[in-house]
């Protein structure tokens, strides 16, 4: 596999998954490249997104393709804003609305605890039955105010104790080391080393 195409327009995701994908010799491209419309994500889990993403922009560019449906959790929310994450504020997708409001949400309360999770669906073909899929998580606690000018979405407010830093603060190799995307396409590597080639 030389080429697969990255089901979103997200330009951090595709940042973080070329820079993990270019040791293997692969390119990421994205599904804009293509014209490839973003898909629908009706599902309630993020397992059930990304392979509806995946399959979409492999229909749509006969190329083998990578999707990524990821999110932050947060306890005492009881998993919001989880699958809804990119959107939790509404249309227009906007990293600050999501912010401010779940800064709302989550005034005066003790419990802070949070996780991001992520799942990787990687579909060698539109119609292939059995999905590479790859699941991380980072646990952390969500901060009152923003810290940090490096990553994206939740990123500022997203407080990693044993680091003493928000994922906005910590150095781009570092977060791709620790970051629930980067435990998740470590297994899918694993998963894709194991493959018959």
């Not at 820079?19 to 293997?24: I, T, W």
């Not at 490839?36 to 006969?62: C, D, L, M, Q, W």
């Not at 292939?128 to 490096?150: K, M, S, V």
């Amino acid at each position: 596999m030389k080429q697969l195409v990255l089901a979103s327009g997200n330009a951090g995701k595709l940042k973080e998954l070329s820079a993990l994908l270019a040791p293997l010799g692969i390119e990421v491209l994205p599904q804009s490249a293509f014209n490839v419309s973003e898909a629908e994500e009706p599902h309630p889990s993020f397992v059930e997104n990304a392979i509806a993403k995946a399959r979409h922009a492999a229909r749509a560019t006969g190329l083998p393709a990578l999707a990524d449906d990821s999110g932050l959790c947060v306890e005492v929310l009881g998993g919001a804003p989880g699958v809804l994450s990119a959107r939790f504020a509404g249309e227009p997708k906007s990293d600050q609305r999501n912010n401010t409001l779940l800064l709302e949400k989550l005034a005066g309360q003790a419990d802070r605890r949070a996780r991001f999770y992520c799942v990787l669906a990687l579909l060698r073909h539109a119609e292939d039955p059995q999905p590479l899929i790859a699941c991380g998580e980072w646990h952390g606690e969500i901060l009152d105010a923003p810290r940090g000018a490096a990553g994206f979405g939740y990123d500022p407010l997203f407080f990693v104790p044993e680091l003493e830093q928000t994922a906005a603060e910590i150095p781009a190799e570092l977060k791709n080391m620790l970051s629930h995307r980067g435990n998740a396409f470590r297994q899918l590597l694993d998963r894709l080393r194991a493959e018959p080639t």
